[in-house]
């Protein structure tokens, strides 16, 4: 039979020293305090909201609890691994220690001090199941009801109490795409509905996230204490383009935020009577076909944006300077020829598709795709040329630009950049 | 210690050369059951989960049920039950004659249960038009009752080749006729459970004789070949054969199975038909 | 005493041969050649069987990885399709968790519960070759869809893409139309009743076929583990299984079990994949729990600390384990009391837990540790499992997860109790048995080499993702946009990945020399206390000469200090078998492997039940039917001969010198 | 209860055969299935119809566990061994069955209905 052979130390001390050098320099030359830095756009810990707060706070207590017993237990691990350690080759074969069988009172005593630590954590876990669950008591008077809808891979946002006036003299719920307006220090109530797949409506800063389930009534509420511009996430993966289907909560001071809703109330903009006549010989002077991305720049904000965003999509309220009419009605105009319709709807122009989002305002939006793009006129232009190419199984290129035929696909309709550039202006002009 | 193999008796119930005295086969067979449990109880809550909170338009069942004809399942179920402890009586005694009297009992129960399933079944989807995919309560209905069904129609298939087996000659060989053997009784369990039974149920509803046997001529001819052949097989056998008390724990295993399905009958019973008349 | 083994036999049946036995073609009775790796129905084949395979999985679900963590590299990258991104991680999930780690739970339970137990074979040698080749057809079917890749003409869809849970509706044919999803609910279901098979033989094993004085308060916490584990699984899968049935229903038969337009409840698929699922990591993460439990005993060389509060402990986890299901699901809307609830019950699983941590350390304290490969690996495990069952913590406030289910925060925590638990353990058992079975150590150097490797490169890329978790980036995320704050976190981590995937290489490249040229060892190269080291290295076909007697915990540590005594008990035990006809040994069988292949026949033919068959762009056949009812049938008819043919067996001798000499015919 | 005591078990001896009592207890199993049809007809409060229906079903699976299957004269690991299951099993009915029927458990069709229900009429 073979005995252990001793061999402590199988790496010598310049080994050692080599690498340790090693790490360090590598460890110096990477941003490492970039890595745990959480400052990010959906960060949990730069909470905007009660319900994130608690929820960080809540996580902070798991934090303490279970960083002081790896503390304390690796410390005694720590210390059992130095002090017990065979030190030379006759330590290994000595004579085994005498055997010890455990200790009731060690083991009780040790359940007993999990037991009161996990209790720690118990407590604050129950009062903020039920805190987080729905909105308090004293404060449901003043909460304001939302429906978000997740379809494969956009949100719909209908204000039920809000009702705007059809064209057709009924009324409906105002409707927004991707991005949610609401006041800030309301109580929002949001009902969580989808069409398709499970989704999960998430706003780090404001809010945990709750699921969009089929077939479930599922709520969550949020609240956010000032005006501010916060980033939305789908976290339930909802098939191929999943990771890209983003939206934004923008908190408006309530007097902004009644403002909005009034503007939001009324039709589409209409730039000037339609214009319809040699169109497209005036295209030479547009020139936002093409999409420019510097390295590391981000597709859904540029960084002058992503500087001030909340700013950044104020100015997007307001119409642009420069405004073609003629190429904004031959956008209009092909809207409904190129069947952009059967899928949108512009409240007071044409469409009454309710497959793709609501693009009433969309020209007043910071970004478009859920989140993808930044709402520029080169992203849009991008966008409408190839969605599929910035979502991936996009709805928009699957069912409109190309129809299933048996099997296959088969292309539906084209457009060209000209075309795509009157189509721009058109939702550009919409604020 | 005394070892069971020197008095020439063995004992059913310890095996003394196990570390517990339970034999391998049964334990397995409790395991595989203790299995089956979970795997009906996730069938069963489905099906009771779904009838929680009916979607509006679901399927009545009360409308669709046929209670007596359940009950009589259920009753038919239980008799084979007790057919199959018989069965497993008569080979701890070693009197394989008896074991295949038992055994081809619990097997012609157990093809009648099956018959008035597929019966029920049948006329479920054309008379009460209640299918697997018009109604949420047509999807568990189905598919816990079927798997259920797939259960017991196993268990037929198991118990025909452990009667087959009881013909094993002693002196070796016999594939090729065990083979035929099993084959004509499957085509006979076959030809019960899906022509003999529904049939003669349809006749006790109201249809005419002579209409069924025109419809089923041709299945239920093949059924009597069948079991013809089954009867010469079983008088032409060999009388010294290799099958014996030692096997006692074989039909033991396949006995426990056949009553595990009975219970889960008298649950889905419960469960899913009279809890509904409620 | 003595007569009663010798009786006992392999199985522990009493070994009357049939006189005769039906038989279509004679037996295979090769020793070597692939003949006898497919008919083998000996433990340790199998074993090694299940442990190649899984081993080969481990490496391709790390390539899978490793592309995952490239395309996460840089923001907006395009390395790879979204489409493939969706398959690779849905692929790496359940290639990892029952291709790689199972398995190889699965290739140790085979590998070292008989001899633990102190047993010839499992108590059904043909159930479980057939266990293992179940196991190889459902992971054909899983792997099957990739083919589409390459042969667009096979077309399968690609791999699966609906995440390792496959959240119902999106398996619903109108959201995947294509087979890949129909393969992997197959592949599950098969994989399911291979686990079920084997563990049903395990459970009958351990419990029935313990050598004489082997009490269950004496067994080997790792046969203990395995025990629980086996527990687990045949009671955990059916839930799974039922679900899958319905998915399978619900896509080819029109059902409406997740069809929202039908009634149907896709959260339903949730609790019955949970039900499962959470037993699940269970299973998982015990048997990893039973190798350390042996590794740090050895190499502290002092008896487990509170051995029966381990086991308890063990079987304590297990039970706790099937009521906490719904901590996968707080964000779900479970209402505030059932989440309460489940909150409460997730965090009451942290005491048997702790409880393992504190006697593991008890172990350690007063010993005198020897810090060889295993025990690094082992001491790691200890470390790294800490940390991923405090984040495990933090996920049970329910409050707390709602900001971290499906985000990275969970990533880290399961990685860490994933690499960091299992497969860490699962490395110092693959270091610390490889001299049993292949007779030869690996070097310490290269071992230790790979082991800091491994152990930095893991941290360094887990690490940083649970600030990328509450940083607000969520899981399964194909690409993502530069302005989140998630650059750096994202290209350290592939860095660490980089350097996790060289570690593993190493470990296993090392492996591989250490196969060919790796120094000889004898029976019990660490001073071990199990009985698997009472035998030679590599354990010979009948594993013992003599069954042994068992007089303590720890059997071979006693007998290594009783020599005397037990020297003469096996003396007694030898020549008490040998007047019995000698050791009885099982025969080998093709019906397992042919009833296997039956069912790949099937499945993969049911998989595509409605689809027409073609053949060079013509099409054969309307439906896949006929030929999926072939293969059933292929599998019955299998089944039924194999029943026919009944276990068969030899008989082995061994004279004084320790020669073997093997016979044939009815010793009775 | 006119069952017969359990046989004694000499090892190595036949057992009295199991015969008639197997018949008597067939006897009871069916006329407990004719009560509990009876039973749902009978104008009695739903709540005790459920409980002796799901009493009666028990006490017919427990008469087919233990004496058709055995258990009675088998090592009691067996029953701990199949207890282990179904015990397991009536837990996550149970559980699945509260998760279900509370309120957040609802469908929205159901939830949908109840809410017209309450808020309109
Ligand atoms: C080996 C696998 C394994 C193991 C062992 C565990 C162990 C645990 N897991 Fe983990 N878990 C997974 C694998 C595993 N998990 C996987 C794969 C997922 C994700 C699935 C998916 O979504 O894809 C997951 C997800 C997951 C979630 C869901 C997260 C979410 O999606 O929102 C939760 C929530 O509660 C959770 C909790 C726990 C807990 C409490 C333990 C406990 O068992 C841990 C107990 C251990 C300790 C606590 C450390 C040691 C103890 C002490 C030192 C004693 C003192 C300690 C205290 C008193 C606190 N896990
Ligand atoms: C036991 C389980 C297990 C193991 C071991 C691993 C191992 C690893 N996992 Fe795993 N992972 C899961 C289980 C596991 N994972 C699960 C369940 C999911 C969820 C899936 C889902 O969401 O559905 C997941 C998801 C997951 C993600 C998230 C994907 C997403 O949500 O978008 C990531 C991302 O980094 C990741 C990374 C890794 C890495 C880098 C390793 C590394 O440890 C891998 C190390 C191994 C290697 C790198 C192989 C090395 C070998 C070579 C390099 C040899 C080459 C040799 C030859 C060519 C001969 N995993
Ligand atoms: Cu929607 Cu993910
Ligand atoms: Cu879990």
Redesign the interface.
């Given at each position: 039979?073979?005995?252990?052979r001793f061999?402590?130390r199988?790496?010598s001390r310049v080994t050692r020293a080599l690498?340790a050098g090693l790490?360090l320099v590598l460890l110096s030359g990477?941003?490492?305090a970039?890595?745990?830095?959480?400052?990010?756009?959906?960060?949990?810990?730069l909470t905007a909201g009660p319900v994130?707060k608690?929820?960080?706070d809540?996580?902070m207590?798991?934090?303490y609890?279970?960083t002081f017993?790896?503390v304390v237990?690796?410390a005694?691990?720590a210390y059992?691994?130095i002090k017990?350690?065979?030190r030379s080759e006759s330590?290994?074969h000595?004579e085994?220690?005498p055997?010890?069988?455990?200790?009731p009172f060690?083991?009780i005593g040790?359940?007993a001090a999990?037991?009161a630590l996990?209790v720690i954590?118990?407590i604050?876990?129950?009062r903020?199941?039920?805190?987080?669950?729905d909105v308090p008591e004293d404060e449901k008077g003043n909460a304001m009801e939302v429906v978000a809808t997740g379809y494969?891979w956009w949100f719909k946002f209908e204000y039920p109490t809000e009702l705007v006036k059809l064209p057709n003299g009924g009324e409906a719920p105002l409707v927004t795409g991707n991005e949610l307006v609401v006041p800030a220090g309301t109580p929002i109530r949001v009902q969580?509905r989808t069409i398709?797949?499970?989704h999960?409506f998430?706003v780090?800063k404001l809010?945990?996230?709750?699921?969009m389930?089929?077939?479930?009534?599922?709520?969550l509420w949020f609240k956010a204490d000032k005006p501010g511009y916060y980033?939305g996430?789908?976290?339930?993966?909802?098939?191929?383009?999943?990771?890209?289907m983003r939206f934004r909560v923008i908190a408006l001071s309530p007097r902004d935020y009644s403002q909005w809703l009034e503007n939001q109330k009324s039709p589409a903009r209409t730039v000037t009577p339609a214009l319809l006549a040699n169109a497209a010989d005036r295209s030479a002077h547009v020139q936002f076909a093409a999409m420019k991305l510097k390295a590391?720049?981000?597709?859904?904000?540029s960084p002058a944006f992503?500087a001030d965003p909340l700013n950044a999509w104020r100015e997007m309220q307001h119409p642009e300077a420069g405004e073609d009419a003629q190429l904004i009605a031959q956008g209009r105009q092909l809207f409904s020829a190129k069947t952009c319709v059967s899928c949108h709807s512009i409240r007071g122009h044409e469409g009454v598709g309710i497959s793709g989002p609501d693009l009433t305002r969309v020209g007043a939006r910071s970004t478009i795709a859920a989140g993808v793009l930044e709402n520029t006129r080169e992203r849009m232009h991008a966008w409408i040329k190839n969605p599929n190419h910035f979502k991936?199984?996009n709805k928009m290129w699957f069912g409109g630009y190309n129809v299933k035929d048996g099997d296959d696909w088969k292309p539906n309709f084209t457009v060209n950049d000209q075309e795509i550039d009157a189509l721009v202006a058109y939702l550009h002009s919409l604020k | 210690?005394s070892?069971p193999?020197a008095n020439g008796h063995l004992d059913h119930h310890h095996?003394?050369?196990?570390?517990?005295g339970?034999?391998?086969k049964k334990?397995?067979w409790w395991?595989?059951l203790?299995?089956?449990c979970?795997?009906f109880?996730?069938?069963i809550s489905?099906h009771l989960?779904?009838r929680l909170n009916?979607?509006p338009?679901?399927a009545v069942p009360t409308q669709i049920f046929d209670i007596e004809l359940t009950s009589f399942s259920t009753f038919i179920l239980l008799m084979s039950s007790l057919l199959m402890a018989l069965a497993v009586n008569a080979i701890q005694k070693g009197n394989v004659k008896s074991t295949r009297t038992m055994l081809l009992g619990t097997i012609f129960f157990g093809c009648i249960f099956l018959g008035g399933q597929v019966f029920e079944f049948t006329h479920f989807v054309a008379d009460k038009h209640m299918t697997?995919?018009?109604?949420?309560f047509?999807?568990?209905f189905y598919?816990l009752t079927g798997?259920h069904g797939t259960h017991v129609a196993i268990g037929v298939l198991l118990l025909g080749?452990m009667y087959v087996?009881t013909f094993?000659p002693?002196?070796?060989?016999?594939?090729g006729r065990?083979f035929l053997h099993?084959l004509a009784f499957a085509v006979a369990a076959g030809v019960a459970f899906l022509f003999f039974v529904p049939g003669l149920l349809e006749v006790i509803e109201g249809e005419s004789l002579r209409a069924m046997l025109s419809h089923d001529a041709k299945p239920l001819i093949l059924g009597a070949i069948a079991c013809a052949a089954l009867v010469w097989f079983a008088r032409t056998s060999d009388p010294t054969v290799?099958f014996g008390e030692?096997n006692a724990i074989d039909v033991e295993a396949i006995g426990l199975y056949w009553h595990f399905v009975d219970i889960v009958w008298i649950i889905i019973f419960t469960a899913v038909y009279l809890l509904e008349y409620l | 005493?003595a007569?009663?083994i010798a009786?006992?036999?392999f199985?522990?049946?009493?070994t009357?041969q049939?006189?005769?036995?039906?038989?279509?073609f004679p037996r295979p009775t090769a020793k070597t050649g692939i003949v006898s790796w497919l008919t083998t129905v000996d433990h340790k084949k199998i074993g090694m069987l299940y442990g190649g395979f899984a081993i080969l999985f481990f490496l391709i679900g790390g390539i899978e990885a490793l592309m995952i963590r490239t395309q996460l590299m840089v923001?907006?990258n395009r390395f790879i399709?979204?489409?493939l991104y969706?398959e690779l991680f849905t692929m790496h999930g359940t290639t990892m968790i029952f291709l790689a780690v199972m398995p190889l739970n699965a290739a140790f339970f085979n590998l070292l519960i008989p001899i633990q137990v102190g047993a010839r074979d499992v108590?059904?040698p043909r159930l479980n070759s057939f266990s293992l080749w179940v196991w190889v057809v459902g992971a054909i079917l899983l792997n099957v869809g990739w083919i589409s890749h390459f042969v667009p003409s096979w077309n399968f869809g690609g791999a699966p893409?609906?995440?390792w849970f496959g959240?119902a509706?999106?398996t619903s044919k109108?959201?995947?139309p294509d087979l890949s999803t129909d393969f992997w609910v197959l592949g599950i279901q098969v994989l399911g009743i291979s686990s079920?098979v084997a563990s049903?033989?395990f459970?009958?094993t351990i419990?029935?076929?313990?050598a004489p004085g082997?009490t269950m308060m004496r067994l080997p916490v790792f046969t203990w583990m395995a025990l629980v584990t086996s527990?687990l699984l045949?009671?955990?899968?059916?839930?799974i299984?039922?679900?899958l049935?319905?998915v399978m229903?619900d896509r080819n038969?029109?059902?409406?079990?997740f069809e929202?337009s039908?009634?149907?409840?896709?959260?339903?698929w949730q609790?019955?994949f949970w039900?499962f699922g959470h037993p699940e990591v269970y299973i998982l993460i015990l048997p990893p729990m039973g190798y350390v439990s042996e590794i740090l005993p050895t190499f502290?060389?002092?008896?487990l600390?509170?051995?029966?509060?381990v086991v308890f402990s063990g079987v304590a986890i297990g039970f706790i384990g099937?009521?906490v299901w719904?901590h996968h699901m707080f964000?779900?809307?479970?209402?505030?009391?059932?989440?309460?609830a489940f909150?409460?019950a997730t965090?009451?699983i942290?005491?048997p837990t702790?409880?393992k941590?504190?006697?593991w350390?008890?172990t350690?304290?007063?010993?005198?540790?020897?810090?060889?490969v295993p025990m690094m690996f082992a001491?790691g495990f200890?470390?790294m499992f800490?940390?991923g069952g405090?984040?495990g913590?933090?996920h049970?406030?329910?409050?707390?997860?709602?900001?971290?289910?499906?985000?990275y925060f969970v990533i880290a925590h399961f990685h860490y109790v994933l690499i960091g638990g299992a497969t860490f353990a699962l490395l110092a058992a693959i270091h610390f048995w490889f001299p049993k079975f292949f007779g030869r150590m690996v070097p310490?150097?290269w071992g230790?080499v790979s082991f800091?490797v491994i152990f930095?490169g893991f941290n360094a890329t887990f690490f940083?993702m649970h600030?990328l978790g509450?940083?607000?980036?969520?899981?399964?995320?194909?690409?993502?946009?530069?302005?989140?704050?998630?650059?750096?976190?994202n290209?350290?981590a592939t860095y660490g990945a980089y350097l996790l995937g060289l570690g593993i290489f190493t470990y296993f490249a090392v492996l591989v020399w250490s196969y060919f040229k790796g120094e000889k060892?004898?029976?019990?190269?660490?001073?071990a206390r199990t009985l698997e080291w009472s035998i030679p290295s590599p354990p010979p076909e009948h594993n013992f000469a003599a069954i042994p007697t068992v007089h303590a915990r720890d059997a071979w540590w006693y007998e290594k200090t009783h020599k005397a005594e037990i020297a003469q008990e096996k003396a007694a035990h030898i020549k008490a078998e040998e007047s019995h006809g000698g050791i009885h040994m099982p025969d080998q069988s093709w019906y397992p492997l042919f009833a296997a292949i039956g069912l790949l026949v099937g499945g993969y033919n049911f998989a595509q039940l409605h689809h027409p068959v073609t053949m060079f762009g013509q099409q054969v056949l309307a439906s896949h039917l006929p030929l999926a009812i072939t293969g059933l049938g292929l599998m019955v008819a299998s089944c039924?001969l194999w029943?026919?043919e009944g276990p068969g067996g030899y008989h082995l001798h061994i004279d004084a010198e320790g020669k073997v000499t093997e016979s044939r015919g009815d010793h009775h | 209860m006119s069952a017969p005591t359990a046989p004694a078990l000499a090892a190595g001896h036949h057992e009295p055969s199991k015969f008639h009592f197997y018949i008597q207890i067939a006897m009871i199993l069916a006329v407990i299935t004719g009560i509990e049809v009876v039973l749902i007809y009978l104008p009695i409060v739903k709540w005790l119809v459920v409980t002796t229906l799901i009493v009666l079903s028990t006490v017919k699976f427990m008469f087919v566990i233990f004496y058709f299957m055995h258990l009675r004269w088998d090592k009691v690991?067996c029953t701990i061994l199949f207890f282990?299951?179904l015990v397991?099993a009536g837990?996550?009915m149970f559980?699945?069955m509260?998760?279900f029927a509370?309120?957040?458990?609802k469908?929205l069709?159901a939830a949908a209905l109840d809410f017209a229900r309450t808020t309109l009429g």
């Open positions: 039979m073979t005995r252990i061999d402590h199988p790496f690498v790490g990477c941003k490492l970039d890595i745990f830095d959480l400052s990010g756009n959906q960060s949990t810990m994130a608690a929820q960080w809540l996580f207590i798991t934090v609890v279970c017993i790896f237990v690796g005694i691990l059992t691994q017990f350690r065979a330590d290994e000595a085994p220690p055997e010890a069988h455990g200790n060690v083991e040790l359940i999990s037991v996990l954590i118990a604050p876990t129950l903020d199941i039920w805190y987080t669950h494969q969580l398709d797949v499970i999960s998430w780090p809010a945990g996230k709750v699921d389930m089929p077939n479930r009534a599922n709520f980033y996430q789908c976290a339930e993966f909802c098939g191929e383009s999943h990771a890209i590391g720049e981000a597709l859904a904000a992503d991936p199984g | 210690m070892s193999a095996d003394h050369t196990t570390s517990t339970i034999p391998n334990l397995l395991a595989f203790a299995s089956d979970m795997f109880g996730a069938l489905s989960v779904y009916p979607p338009g679901n697997l995919s018009n109604s949420i047509g999807s568990t598919t798997t080749m087996r094993k002693t002196h070796g060989g016999g594939l065990n099993l290799e030692k | 005493m007569e009663v009786q006992s036999g199985t522990g049946k009493q009357a049939p006189a005769t036995t039906f038989s279509l923001p907006n399709s979204a489409q969706s108590a059904f893409d609906i995440g959240y509706p999106l109108s959201f995947t079920i049903l033989n459970i009958v419990i029935n076929l313990r082997l527990f045949v009671l955990a899968l059916p839930a299984a039922i679900a049935i319905m229903f038969f029109g059902t409406n079990f929202v039908g009634g149907g409840q896709p959260i339903l609790h019955l039900v502290a060389r002092k008896p600390f509170g051995y029966p509060i099937f009521g719904s964000t779900t809307g479970l209402g505030t009391v059932a989440t309460a909150a409460l965090m009451a942290a005491v702790g409880v941590v504190f006697n350390i008890g350690l304290w007063g010993g005198r540790i020897v810090t060889r001491l200890i470390w800490m940390m405090l984040s913590i933090m049970s406030a329910a409050p707390a997860d709602a900001q971290q289910q499906d985000s310490e150097f230790k800091w930095v940083p600030f509450l940083n607000g980036m969520p899981r399964r995320t194909w690409t993502y946009d530069s302005n989140m704050g998630w650059n750096e976190g290209l350290f060892c004898g029976n019990d190269p660490w001073d039924y029943a026919l | 690991f282990i299951g397991l837990f996550t559980a699945l509260k998760l509370s309120d957040a458990g469908p069709t």
